[in-house]
């Protein structure tokens, strides 16, 4: 398997925010848990130097001839300015890439370039609440969904802003290495391992006296127990909180309800063990929490699509693939021909 190329759009006044979360998750070496790893390239999408916020100034080494080549291109957020008029070489350029077929990926704001290609007509995709409103009046024919993190349309992928670039990077991740190498990988930037995409962008005004972090203590005493039945009751009981009161500042908080957490940890972490253990699909049932094998293979392939088998069987090819090419490399670079050059 060779290395996958994520191309970045580069334009002018970009946020820098949004252009340091894919540099951190895709362009920083990780070949130590996953190898091949990615290849980040910057790609101007104007002439000249670009500017980001901040005062930073770059100089990319590529540009879009390059973009159209890569197997990702990424649009971070933009400029008012590019989201009202964007540059038309690159509408263009991702016109092209994605007849290709070329994943695309917009973070933010990045949406208007895509819709302005017209790769959201008739999608689903998402952006910023704030422009929201904005969005839907100048794209109408795009299904626009405000109120998520982020939306996987296969091929076309969108995000919320800010901390969202951070959750879609890492799902990338997820959908190519597998969970346990996005969790590693969540691990190593120290933030959450896993927020699905259906999570509300912002919560609801807490009720008073409830903090964001109040819940930190009660998750994570449900993930060291999810082999266990457990119960809203549960939870409740183990926060402190009457269940009612305990079931509102879960959704306020986090956008969705007890169970269907209890569910997403559940199946991710049987996609872990799927990934990283040969032991049989009813032992990481039960493991897991999911009991049997058929419980399993129901939720499992509501959430992801496939069956355990299947996502097993996948992931192994890609990492015995990515073993093999690292071997490869490794005996290239140890003859007299891979010392040249």
């Not at 109120?147 to 992928?157: H, N, P, Q, S, T």
């Not at 509102?248 to 997403?264: I, M």
């Not at 992801?304 to 992931?315: A, D, E």
């Amino acid at each position: 398997m060779g290395q996958h190329v994520v191309a970045v759009a580069v334009t002018d006044s970009l946020p820098i925010f949004e252009l340091a979360v894919p540099q951190e998750v895709f362009g920083t070496d990780r070949r130590d848990i996953a190898d091949p790893w990615y290849e980040m390239r910057l790609c101007a999408a104007e002439p000249g130097p670009v500017s980001a916020t901040g005062g930073a100034w770059l100089n990319p080494t590529y540009g879009l001839d390059d973009l159209v080549e890569a197997d990702t291109v990424l649009v971070p957020a933009c400029a008012r300015a590019t989201q009202v008029q964007p540059p038309a070489d690159l509408v263009e350029a991702l016109r092209v890439a994605h007849a290709r077929g070329k994943r695309i990926v917009g973070i933010c704001t990045g949406a208007y370039v895509m819709a302005a290609a017209g790769l959201l007509d008739g999608r689903r995709a998402t952006t910023h609440w704030m422009n929201a409103q904005d969005f839907a009046a100048r794209y109408p024919l795009v299904d626009l969904d405000p109120r998520v993190l982020y939306v996987d349309e296969g091929d076309i992928l969108t995000s919320a802003g800010t901390a969202a670039a951070i959750d879609l990077c890492l799902h990338l991740v997820r959908r190519d290495h597998g969970a346990a190498v996005a969790h590693e990988v969540a691990r190593r930037m120290v933030v959450p391992p896993h927020r699905p995409g259906e999570h509300a962008q912002y919560p609801a005004p807490p009720v008073r006296g409830a903090s964001p972090d109040e819940l930190s203590p009660v998750l994570e005493w449900a993930r060291a127990r999810l082999d266990q039945p457990l119960t809203v009751n549960d939870l409740a009981r183990h926060a402190n909180l009457s269940p009612r009161t305990f079931a509102r500042r879960f959704r306020d908080t986090l956008g969705t309800t007890p169970l269907q957490w209890l569910l997403e940890q559940r199946v991710r972490l049987a996609q872990e063990l799927l990934e990283t253990t040969d032991e049989s699909v009813e032992r990481i049932a039960h493991r897991s929490g999911f009991g049997t094998g058929a419980n399993l293979r129901q939720h499992f392939g509501k959430v992801s699509g496939v069956t355990p088998q299947t996502y097993r069987h996948v992931f192994r090819y890609r990492a015995a693939a990515g073993r093999h090419g690292a071997a490869r490399g490794a005996v290239a670079a140890a003859s007299p021909g891979g010392l040249a050059g």
